[in-house]
């Protein structure tokens, strides 16, 4: 192994992120999947599924992208699921040891009285549990003890036992009820706890720098699928950054590595609502603000990873400038290293030649033009004196990526049936 990455600290950090930084599902994953944990194991389920179980859970509202979705799955019966379901469920699917877990997130807010479709579709046991578990945490208050409303809560669910939710599901939740500590850990266990609890072992996953990659990739769409603008973004980056490299002669260590940082450089963006990332026109101050915070929280979720220190801080440090006109750290030139430098010119590269909301993407000569008159003096010009011979290719190369990204994105968003 290049990079001594475990995948449960990688983890980890990307679903504490989700949990605390997100402003829509904040606490939200943590407490279903404590929920969920304990029904599961009240239920029996076997190392692999429980393992299933409480990932799923941690991951389960990734395809709820904007703050409309999040007041919509607030209803006990979600009118029309299949939207988040579907593209959360896509997304992890992408990491192929994930492809259970991928079904229990594609299917939990089933109900339990559409019998057909639940044995049509080969509803995983544990969409139920989700679900189940979904839908209490949705009606506990986060600013009033659980144990307080526990009443309220099994009243409520009780009328919708059998038609929304299954029946031998619900009479283990009313025995767990009666514990206290059940209501004890929605309120107080850490996510870091939780996750110890998922065998990660069960999974088979080769501890090797392609699956790295693949699952770095992975939880890159969770960021880039917020908008099909930035679908493949990350996955241009790090081509780009990783040829960079390759070209200026690095160590294989340190190619890797950047690859690698790239791939993660936006992961702060889970920070950043929906309707600021695609908002047509030019941001406010105070809305750019907020924008500027997401290369602060990449490094954020970053530093926790043990082994990845490096990579945190070169992804981290991709909005940095040598001119100190960049952000968040106003780092010194001295301290904006090649491997920095190799990642922003990526990152501009690959963005120029992207549309966005507010702008269409530039044709290869403008995009060059545009770094040699607004980027090399303030990233640096040996980057860019190595970008320049290579800038066709490259531009043909991210060009296939968009278009395979794409079409995987449009395939998850509007299924052809």
Request: aromatic residues 10%; hydrophobic residues 40%; proline residues 3%.
């Amino acid at each position: 192994m290049i990079y001594d990455l475990k995948m449960f600290d990688v983890m980890s950090a990307f679903i504490n992120a989700i949990d605390v930084v997100n402003p829509i599902l904040k606490h939200h994953h943590r407490r279903v999947a404590i929920i969920a944990y304990y029904l599961g194991e009240a239920c029996g389920l076997n190392s692999f599924q429980q393992s299933n179980l409480i990932l799923a859970c941690s991951l389960h509202d990734i395809g709820a992208l904007t703050v409309k979705d999040s007041f919509e799955l607030k209803e006990l019966d979600v009118v029309n699921p299949e939207a988040h379901e579907r593209l959360g469920a896509g997304i992890i699917s992408s990491f192929t040891p994930f492809e259970h877990m991928s079904k229990i997130i594609r299917h939990h807010h089933v109900k339990a009285s559409d019998k057909a479709i639940n044995d049509e579709l080969a509803v995983p046991y544990e969409s139920f549990i989700l679900h189940l578990a979904d839908r209490i945490e949705i009606l506990l208050k986060t600013d009033e003890l659980a144990l307080n409303q526990k009443v309220y809560v099994i009243t409520t669910l009780s009328e919708l036992k059998g038609s929304l939710f299954d029946e031998r599901i619900f009479r283990v939740f009313l025995d767990l009820a009666e514990k206290e500590q059940f209501w004890f850990d929605i309120d107080y266990m850490s996510m870091h706890d939780l996750l110890e609890k998922v065998d990660f072992e069960c999974f088979s996953i080769k501890n090797n720098i392609e699956t790295v990659n693949d699952l770095v990739a992975t939880l890159s769409k969770v960021i880039d699928y917020k908008s099909r603008y930035t679908a493949a973004h990350s996955a241009r980056v790090a081509h780009v950054a990783f040829r960079l490299a390759k070209q200026m002669n690095l160590e294989d260590k340190v190619c890797s590595g950047i690859k690698l940082a790239a791939y993660m450089h936006d992961f702060g963006k889970i920070a950043i609502p929906t309707e600021i990332l695609e908002k047509p026109t030019s941001l406010t101050k105070e809305e750019f603000n907020i924008m500027k915070t997401h290369p602060y929280y990449t490094y954020e979720i970053l530093k926790h990873v043990k082994g990845i220190e490096e990579l945190a801080m070169w992804a981290g440090s991709h909005h940095e400038k040598l001119d100190n006109s960049g952000y968040p750290k106003k780092t010194k030139a001295q301290n904006i290293g090649i491997e920095i430098q190799i990642i922003i010119y990526a990152d501009i590269f690959s963005a120029l030649s992207e549309d966005r909301p507010y702008r269409s993407s530039m044709e290869l000569e403008k995009v060059m033009e545009t770094i040699k008159n607004e980027y090399k003096g303030i990233v640096g010009s040996t980057v860019y004196e190595v970008l320049l011979p290579m800038a066709e290719p490259l531009f043909c190369e991210i060009k296939e990526i968009r278009e395979t990204i794409n079409e995987e994105y449009d395939h998850i968003i509007h299924p052809v049936n």
